[in-house]
């Protein structure tokens, strides 16, 4: 079983900053993906940033100059750092992840399947 675990989130100021941290764990043999989405009340989850597959990164133009995405690889970890936080930037923010594992069924296979954290609120005051 994989496991995504946020943290970090809370309440700001418009202007402030915040860090958030997503641990994966478990049997993770290569994270191949690995970011943040935002769900805002009433609105669909979209993406924040992300570091892809092919090992760029990919920012939402709202938050272009303002977040930067970071991992460290060693501690399975991404790391979304939100600066100049603005009123508009409040929800609850999800890591997402493609993880490759492995199972046994004839044989030892692999799979890359997309899991997601639970969610942290982020509440920006304006």
């Known amino acids: 079983q994989v496991q995504l675990v946020e943290s970090g989130g809370g309440l700001v100021q418009a202007g402030g900053s915040l860090r958030l941290s997503c641990v994966a764990s478990?049997?993770?043999?290569?994270?191949?993906?690995m970011g943040w989405y935002r769900q805002a009340p009433g609105k669909q989850r979209e993406l924040v940033a992300m570091?892809?597959?092919?090992?760029?990164?990919n920012y939402a133009d709202s938050v272009k100059g303002r977040f930067a995405i970071s991992r460290d690889n060693a501690k399975n970890t991404a790391y979304l750092q939100m600066n100049s936080l603005k009123a508009e930037d409040t929800a609850v923010y999800y890591c997402n992840a493609n993880i490759k594992t492995a199972y046994l069924s004839g044989g030892l296979r692999f799979t890359g399947s997309d899991y997601w954290g639970q969610g942290t609120q982020v509440t920006v005051s304006s």
């Open positions: 478990g049997a993770i043999l290569n994270i191949n993906a």
């Open positions: 570091f892809t597959s092919g090992g760029s990164t």
